[in-house]
T-cell receptor
């Protein structure tokens, strides 16, 4: 699986948009970008994924650059409950692929 | 629908003791995974089972064994626990048939080896 690079920490004011960057310059054509988050010491939680088009769901938006070498996760209106470690992962077909978790980005939301 | 469940939630062992961590999922998923997470680190894959009857090593398999008991259950065994195995252990599952697929995680087992 391709490796990803994320900033170790970020902070954001409550109510503002949180933009979390991720570099994945060695991504292959059939690999997806996934985002998970881990709140405190709970099990990771799926947020969103995409291949090359921008994606949006009830939790977040995912913006993938045209060359697919980087992406940004956007939490449009961050709340204190969004304080977590966010993992950007690149992965292919699930039955053979093994998710490689990096260290992620620790996002702190300021009141 | 409980999703992925893990037992026990907490465990303290002495060096050399053995134990089995249990994981079960009720989502009819084919693939199951065991990860460990050390303080301040990301998750590392120990073993996984792409489908019932198969298991494969992940990044850090040494000191562990696994059993895919049936489609629902995937256990992780520590034969002779060491302090270096103090960690939080997460089990996960996914359909194993979709592309792309999403992993669903259990709440974790917090293990301390003295």
């Amino acid at each position: 699986d391709a490796k990803t690079t994320q900033p170790p920490s970020m902070d954001c004011a409550e109510g503002r948009a949180a933009n979390l960057p991720c570099n994945h310059s060695t991504i292959s054509g059939n690999e997806y970008v996934y985002w998970y988050r881990q709140i405190h010491s709970q099990g990771p939680q799926y947020i969103i994924h995409g291949l090359k088009n921008n994606e949006t769901n009830e939790m977040a938006s995912l913006i993938i650059t045209e060359d697919r070498k980087s992406s940004t996760l956007i939490l449009p209106h961050a709340t204190l409950r969004d304080t977590a470690v966010y993992y950007c992962i690149v992965t292919g077909y699930s039955s053979a692929s093994k998710i490689i978790f990096g260290s992620g980005t620790r996002l702190s939301i300021r009141p | 629908n409980a999703g992925v469940t893990q037992t026990p939630k907490f465990q303290v062992l002495k060096t050399g003791q053995s134990m089995t961590l249990q994981c079960a999922q009720d989502m009819n998923h084919n693939s199951m995974y065991w990860y460990r997470q050390d303080p301040g680190m990301g998750l590392r894959l120990i073993y996984y089972s792409a489908s019932e009857g198969t298991t494969d090593k992940g990044e850090v398999p040494n000191g562990y064994n696994v059993s895919r008991l049936n489609k629902r259950e995937f256990s992780l065994r520590l034969e002779s626990a060491a302090p270096s195995q103090t960690s939080v252990y997460f089990c996960a599952s996914c359909t194993g048939t979709r592309n792309p697929d999403t992993q669903y995680f259990g709440p974790g087992t917090r293990l301390t080896v003295l």
